[in-house]
């Protein structure tokens, strides 16, 4: 009987346009993130709104090359009112599979102060490496990037589900680069 009722409520939901909450996903790196394949350029489709990025407009790209010691050099560029801008950092794994990095963006001279170095973690990897989604532990940060500067709709409505069931505020994400 009661398995019944919870159908039934289940199907008026969804004929009234209500979903009916996922449970939620854990907040954490890819297992498994094979640097050699993520390295290259990115296109931003969204984030959610931060400080560096206030004068962006579009055509945000985020662009990884690997360095002789193994870390690797970050150069960020968008189009602001003024033209392009960009910034160059660098990015260290946490360990050696996992999605888990640390960047930095200040001088080298600083790179030994721990605070310096903000959590990048790959939360949600494409197969295929065509698009990634990273945050952080404090979920005050999330880019949704593609290998190409467009994305299926569909493709970004379940990346969006996701993220919101790992608890990042993505009614607040500022939309980047259109959909297809």
């Given at each position: 009987?009661?398995?019944?009722?919870?159908?039934?409520?289940?199907?008026?939901?969804?004929?009234?346009?209500l979903?009916?909450?996922?449970?939620?996903?854990?907040?954490?790196p890819?297992?498994?993130?094979?640097?050699?394949r993520?390295?290259?350029?990115?296109?931003?489709?969204a984030?959610?709104?931060?400080?560096?990025?206030?004068?962006?407009?579009?055509?945000?790209?985020?662009?990884?090359?690997k360095?002789?010691?193994?870390?690797?050099?970050?150069?960020?560029?968008?189009r602001?009112?003024?033209?392009?801008?960009a910034?160059?950092?660098v990015?260290?794994?946490?360990?050696?599979?996992?999605?888990?990095?640390?960047?930095?963006?200040?001088?080298?001279?600083?790179?030994?102060?721990?605070?310096?170095?903000?959590?990048?973690?790959?939360v949600?990897?494409?197969?295929?490496?065509?698009?990634?989604?990273?945050?952080?532990?404090?979920?005050?940060?999330?880019?949704?990037?593609?290998?190409?500067?467009?994305?299926?709709?569909g493709?970004?409505?379940?990346?969006?589900?996701?993220?919101?069931?790992?608890?990042?505020?993505?009614?607040?994400?500022?939309?980047?680069?259109?959909?297809?």
């Amino acid at each position: 009987m009661i398995r019944h009722l919870k159908v039934a409520v289940f199907a008026v939901l969804a004929c009234v346009g209500l979903s009916v909450h996922a449970e939620p996903l854990p907040n954490r790196p890819v297992p498994q993130l094979d640097l050699d394949r993520y390295l290259g350029q990115w296109h931003e489709i969204a984030h959610l709104p931060m400080f560096f990025q206030r004068k962006c407009i579009d055509t945000i790209t985020a662009t990884y090359t690997k360095r002789p010691d193994g870390t690797v050099n970050v150069h960020n560029a968008c189009r602001t009112a003024k033209g392009m801008d960009a910034s160059d950092g660098v990015a260290r794994r946490v360990d050696d599979r996992s999605g888990a990095l640390k960047v930095r963006f200040a001088p080298a001279w600083l790179g030994w102060l721990p605070m310096v170095w903000a959590d990048y973690w790959v939360v949600e990897l494409d197969p295929d490496y065509r698009w990634a989604v990273v945050g952080s532990p404090s979920r005050k940060y999330l880019w949704v990037l593609s290998r190409e500067p467009h994305m299926d709709a569909g493709t970004f409505r379940g990346i969006r589900e996701r993220a919101a069931q790992r608890g990042y505020p993505v009614d607040k994400l500022v939309m980047a680069a259109p959909l297809d």
